[in-house]
């Protein structure tokens, strides 16, 4: 009803809209989330700080919409398969539970190495962690649909009898994609395929001799 | 030399130093992190904030030298063991593995849960992501030591024949203590000594049916 009462003030709410998640994205590359503030997103989108207050409390609120609006990707940039684009999507499966998880986590390792997902995803991380109200925005919105769906693809091969019946299958997902979470946050080693492949065959087989 | 040319300034100098690190934690547990500023931490520690920007080039400089001051325990707290006190001390070797690693683990959980570790912790972490340079110095001497510890007693158990020849014992170790810290960074799931249990068991005797 809004939008027929007033077409071109709709337009131009959502081309301001659109102004201000790519004036975030863009500054987020340039400045550094630490730097990034709301007078410098209105002053690159061209609107006033209050058109920016009225439709989000903070920068990271703008952040968050413009991170879930570009499925993770910022505009022109091709987003590498992975956790972020994988809300809607089934896990792959071939029968072969092992090359299905390493195909994956390779994705995620290639999308947590990519500044299009790694800036966003990594600011809003920060944020979230001492601002519990936007971290649990940003864990529902985009870490929990890839982790359910994970867990959905453990229990299928629960279901073909490829993993034990006693494994809790959320507790297998945390325990592959938690090591990966691990170094892209912390940079504690390199992030690379070859460790995606490591986490999945130790996390397979287990760590006992036997 | 410095210290006998000037006893007493240099005692007003740690009494300052002191004053400082302590005013830093109490306000980062009345403020949370990112209302926590130089100039209130000088006001509450009685100095001006020059004295802090002598010393500190920023409030995540002063926070990780009070965290680490004291061993990852604020004033008057008795810190739950876990992973930030075993710095210096090798981890349990009781010859039970599993035990071994749970008694590990669920105390890294009641650490994780305690107020006055989880505080500046988090803090840090969230900092350290957006902040390379502190984010190295955090990895460095509060993360990568016990991590290091808990290496070398998977290796002690690969030595003694009960860890598989062919694991990467810091993989493995990452395959335990990152689920652990997916879930206290993230929030995502209650971290619990269940969780702690449930992870340790599936790390070890791996995902697949066999």
């Given at each position: 009803m809004a939008d027929k009462a007033a077409p071109d003030s709709s337009r131009r709410s959502e081309r301001s809209r659109r102004a201000i998640l790519d004036a975030a994205l863009e500054l987020l590359g340039e400045l550094g989330y630490p730097r990034l503030t709301i007078e410098a997103i209105a002053a690159r989108a061209g609107v006033g700080k209050q058109t920016i207050y009225r439709w989000w409390p903070s920068k990271a609120a703008v952040l968050l919409d413009a991170f879930t609006d570009r499925g993770a990707s910022p505009k022109g940039a091709e987003a590498p398969e992975g956790v972020g684009q994988r809300a809607e999507a089934a896990l792959p499966d071939t029968g072969d539970l092992e090359a299905d998880l390493k195909l994956v986590l390779r994705a995620a390792v290639d999308q947590m190495n990519a500044p299009a997902y790694d800036l966003p995803a990594r600011a809003l991380t920060a944020e979230g962690l001492v601002n519990p109200e936007l971290g649990a925005h940003f864990v529902a919105q985009v870490l929990e649909p890839p982790l359910r769906q994970f867990a959905e693809r453990l229990r299928a091969a629960q279901d073909a009898g490829?993993?034990?019946?006693?494994?809790d299958p959320r507790v297998a997902v945390e325990l592959v994609c938690g090591p990966l979470t691990h170094r892209w946050l912390l940079r504690t080693l390199p992030l690379t395929h070859e460790y995606a492949d490591a986490v999945v065959e130790t996390a397979l087989r287990g760590i006992l001799n036997r």
């Open positions: 490829q993993v034990a019946r006693d494994i």
